[in-house]
């Protein structure tokens, strides 16, 4: 080997190498955001409020806490399902219903169980952040999760 | 130290160091609230915590990184730095930036995307300190000597600072937004952090064990090759599950599993270049860090990588504590060792003393490395558990964590064990002005006249 490989020759193939493997991968990430956009996310509109959903998700970290899609810390449950979980996907007004009680009922306060803090989310923020959840469970992701649970 | 400039590299380690205690008490609070969930919940909500653990880590190892960079730079390319006044601008830059955000995650303001939470003002406050650096070491490198490991580390930072660019984008279709943000997230560290991780290595190497430059240099590239070749596909392990095509499994897969070659190598070339080099250097603790960081990031990267990333296997386990264990095992052995490794060559020259810290340091690199070991043995047990019970039986997530508390238990033990061996690496590593334990040290302690001193303070030659 260390006859042949000098490291002017190693040197290239790092440089070729690498410029090959960038070009595979920018293709497939143009490949993928057509995808995206036409295909696994299709099925549900991204409309304003979900866009404002998406916003007060980030606003109060949220994935800090849940997943996401599996992404995320793994304090407290996935919510990328939540909305089959409780068997709302669709029906938006009962979603945003449930999702509503369940905001207001936290903190639970019970002593030994994982917090949750209370957010003073406004009606609409309260529906956008449901149609948000909504939106994500009806994504295309190659069937994941396993099950309900998450 | 051969030259003044290098002693821009001591604030920067000041600065990480103080970081790395913020980020490890922070985890040792977040372990705590697994076990009390009660703790502090509604003053410091856990969601905050861990934003301060992640990111103070983050940044630590980043000014780590730039430290290393304006040490090692001025040796390799044989000139001073093109303006050690810039360095420390951008310094301030970063630390106003990093006091800003953790005042900012305390109060509650910071942006939602998961380790990119800074407020827009400190992401724009990165990208100026990351030009102003990039400017300057390639100004520097530009007008001096060029090596292979001036070369990888500057093409390393050049690449992992353009890839920021993409924390400035947040698309609202949160598939689009995740598939981006691995670009920062993934290309950082399963690529272009590799590449800074073998040029400081491979100069540990040349300066711990006197081994030829041109075998060094050319086992830097066969990594550093291997690494993009595998790491920049491999970002299709992240694919599998975000709304992206299918056929990222099965690329994902096969690269990813090639992910463990690079870090192989680098366990390799570390073993192979001491057992190959005739020096015998007094800093002791920095060859300790040096091969543990390459040995703990081949099992904690590598191997615990594997465990969980192939497609099937993952959609099982994606995002369970097998996820956590993998991480804390992974950012501990490559970034964190190395970084640990870096200063503690480092800092007997910017100090201008002898390396006197040797047992404590080395103390502190069996309790961290051990405690973080535990750590992650325990959150595997704990993910395996959670793995099984919700993802194949389907039991709901919070009574599956209810019966993982005793996992919990001895993670925080562990925790409590790294967080003093870190207090005590950062004492060992700013405090004694004496040699300690000189007697149980084994070899002849280090004089001030001795050759093996007049070594340490010139940087090994």
């Given at each position: 080997?260390?006859?042949?490989?000098?490291?002017?020759?190693?040197?290239?193939?790092?440089?070729?190498?690498?410029?090959?493997?960038?070009?595979?991968?920018?293709?497939?990430?143009?490949?993928?955001?057509?995808?995206v956009v036409n295909e696994s996310t299709s099925k549900a509109e991204?409309?304003?409020?979900?866009?404002?959903?998406?916003?007060?998700?980030?606003?109060?970290?949220?994935?800090?806490?849940?997943?996401?899609?599996?992404?995320?810390?793994?304090?407290?449950?996935?919510?990328?399902?939540?909305?089959?979980?409780?068997?709302?996907?669709?029906?938006?007004?009962?979603?945003?219903?449930?999702?509503?009680?369940?905001?207001?009922?936290?903190?639970?306060?019970?002593?030994?169980?994982?917090?949750?803090?209370?957010?003073?989310?406004?009606?609409?923020?309260?529906?956008?952040?449901?149609?948000?959840?909504?939106?994500?469970?009806?994504?295309?992701?190659?069937?994941?999760?396993?099950?309900?649970?998450? | 130290?051969?030259?003044?400039?290098?002693?821009?590299?001591?604030?920067?380690?000041?600065?990480?160091?103080?970081?790395?205690?913020?980020?490890?008490?922070?985890?040792?609070?977040?372990?705590?609230?697994?076990?009390?969930?009660?703790?502090?919940?509604?003053?410091?909500?856990?969601?905050?915590?861990?934003?301060?653990?992640?990111?103070?880590?983050?940044?630590?190892?980043?000014?780590?990184?730039?430290?290393?960079?304006?040490?090692?730079?001025?040796?390799?390319?044989?000139?001073?730095?093109?303006s050690v006044k810039l360095a420390y601008i951008q310094l301030i830059?970063?630390?106003?930036?990093?006091?800003?955000?953790?005042?900012?995650?305390?109060?509650?303001?910071?942006?939602?995307?998961?380790?990119?939470?800074?407020?827009?003002?400190?992401?724009?406050?990165?990208?100026?300190?990351?030009?102003?650096?990039?400017?300057?070491?390639?100004?520097?490198?530009?007008?001096?000597?060029?090596?292979?490991?001036?070369?990888?580390?500057?093409?390393?930072?050049?690449?992992?600072?353009?890839?920021?660019?993409?924390?400035?984008?947040?698309?609202?279709?949160?598939?689009?937004?995740?598939?981006?943000?691995?670009?920062?997230?993934?290309?950082?560290?399963?690529?272009?952090?590799?590449?800074?991780?073998?040029?400081?290595?491979?100069?540990?190497?040349?300066?711990?064990?006197?081994?030829?430059?041109?075998?060094?240099?050319?086992?830097?590239?066969?990594?550093?090759?291997?690494?993009?070749?595998?790491?920049?596909?491999?970002?299709?392990?992240?694919?599998?599950?975000?709304?992206?095509?299918?056929?990222?499994?099965?690329?994902?897969?096969?690269?990813?599993?090639?992910?463990?070659?690079?870090?192989?190598?680098?366990?390799?070339?570390?073993?192979?270049?001491?057992?190959?080099?005739?020096?015998?250097?007094?800093?002791?603790?920095?060859?300790?860090?040096?091969?543990?960081?390459?040995?703990?990031?081949?099992?904690?990267?590598?191997?615990?990588?594997?465990?969980?990333?192939?497609?099937?296997?993952?959609?099982?386990?994606?995002?369970?504590?097998?996820?956590?264990?993998?991480?804390?095992?992974?950012?501990?052995?490559a970034y964190v060792a190395l970084n640990l490794a870096v200063f503690?060559?480092?800092?007997?020259?910017?100090?201008?003393?002898?390396?006197?810290?040797?047992?404590?340091?080395?103390?502190?690199?069996?309790?961290?490395?051990?405690?973080?070991?535990?750590?992650?043995?325990?959150?595997?047990?704990?993910?395996?558990?959670?793995?099984?019970?919700?993802?194949?039986?389907?039991?709901?997530?919070?009574?599956?964590?209810?019966?993982?508390?005793?996992?919990?238990?001895?993670?925080?033990?562990?925790?409590?064990?790294?967080?003093?061996?870190?207090?005590?690496?950062?004492?060992?590593?700013?405090?004694?002005?004496?040699?300690?334990?000189?007697?149980?040290?084994?070899?002849?302690?280090?004089?001030?006249?001795?050759?093996?001193?007049?070594?340490?303070?010139?940087?090994?030659?």
């Open positions: 080997m260390s006859e042949f490989l000098t490291k002017s020759r190693a040197r290239n193939i790092f440089y070729g190498g690498s410029l090959f493997f960038i070009g595979i991968f920018a293709v497939l990430s143009i490949d993928s955001h057509l995808y991204l409309t304003d409020e979900v866009v404002l959903g998406k916003h007060v998700w980030e606003k109060h970290a949220c994935i800090n806490c849940h997943t996401l899609h599996g992404e995320g810390a793994y304090f407290a449950p996935e919510v990328g399902n939540v909305m089959t979980r409780w068997g709302v996907l669709d029906d938006p007004d009962d979603a945003a219903e449930t999702l509503g009680s369940w905001m207001e009922a936290q903190p639970s306060r019970i002593e030994g169980r994982r917090q949750m803090p209370f957010f003073d989310l406004t009606k609409e923020e309260v529906r956008g952040l449901s149609e948000f959840l909504r939106w994500a469970d009806k994504t295309n992701t190659q069937d994941w999760p396993p099950n309900d649970a998450g | 130290m051969k030259y003044s400039s290098q002693k821009v590299a001591y604030a920067y380690f000041v600065a990480a160091l103080g970081l790395f205690a913020i980020q490890v008490l922070g985890g040792l609070l977040a372990g705590w609230i697994y076990v009390a969930p009660n703790f502090l919940s509604e003053l410091l909500p856990f969601n905050i915590v861990r934003m301060l653990h992640t990111n103070a880590l983050i940044v630590w190892l980043l000014l780590g990184f730039f430290g290393a960079a304006y040490f090692i730079i001025p040796e390799e390319s044989e000139r001073e730095i093109h830059i970063l630390v106003v930036g990093t006091l800003g955000a953790v005042v900012s995650y305390i109060m509650g303001i910071h942006e939602g995307r998961e380790f990119l939470e800074q407020p827009l003002w400190v992401k724009v406050g990165i990208l100026v300190a990351a030009l102003i650096f990039l400017f300057n070491i390639s100004m520097t490198v530009l007008k001096g000597r060029k090596t292979a490991i001036t070369n990888i580390l500057v093409i390393g930072l050049w690449a992992l600072s353009l890839l920021w660019l993409f924390a400035f984008y947040n698309p609202d279709n949160l598939s689009l937004d995740k598939m981006y943000w691995w670009y920062v997230v993934h290309l950082w560290v399963e690529g272009t952090w590799e590449l800074v991780m073998a040029s400081i290595l491979g100069f540990l190497m040349l300066k711990l064990t006197g081994v030829d430059r041109e075998v060094i240099e050319k086992w830097l590239y066969i990594i550093v090759a291997t690494a993009l070749f595998s790491g920049i596909l491999g970002t299709g392990h992240h694919y599998y599950w975000i709304g992206l095509p299918g056929y990222w499994q099965w690329i994902g897969s096969v690269f990813s599993t090639l992910e463990v070659i690079p870090f192989f190598l680098m366990m390799t070339f570390s073993f192979v270049m001491v057992w190959k080099g005739r020096k015998n250097h007094p800093n002791k603790a920095a060859l300790l860090w040096s091969l543990g960081s390459a040995t703990v990031a081949f099992f904690g990267a590598g191997v615990w990588g594997f465990l969980h990333t192939l497609h099937g296997v993952n959609f099982y386990s994606h995002g369970t504590q097998i996820t956590a264990a993998h991480g804390h095992l992974a950012f501990f052995g503690t060559y480092a800092m007997p020259m910017l100090k201008g003393r002898n390396p006197y810290n040797q047992v404590l340091n080395m103390g502190s690199f069996w309790l961290m490395t051990g405690g973080m070991s535990f750590m992650t043995f325990v959150l595997t047990f704990a993910g395996t558990i959670q793995t099984h019970m919700q993802r194949v039986v389907g039991e709901d997530f919070m009574s599956v964590q209810d019966q993982l508390t005793v996992f919990y238990i001895m993670r925080f033990g562990a925790g409590a064990a790294v967080v003093i061996g870190a207090l005590l690496f950062i004492y060992s590593l700013l405090v004694p002005r004496k040699e300690l334990f000189t007697e149980t040290s084994g070899s002849k302690p280090v004089t001030g006249s001795s050759p093996e001193a007049q070594a340490v303070l010139e940087g090994g030659r």
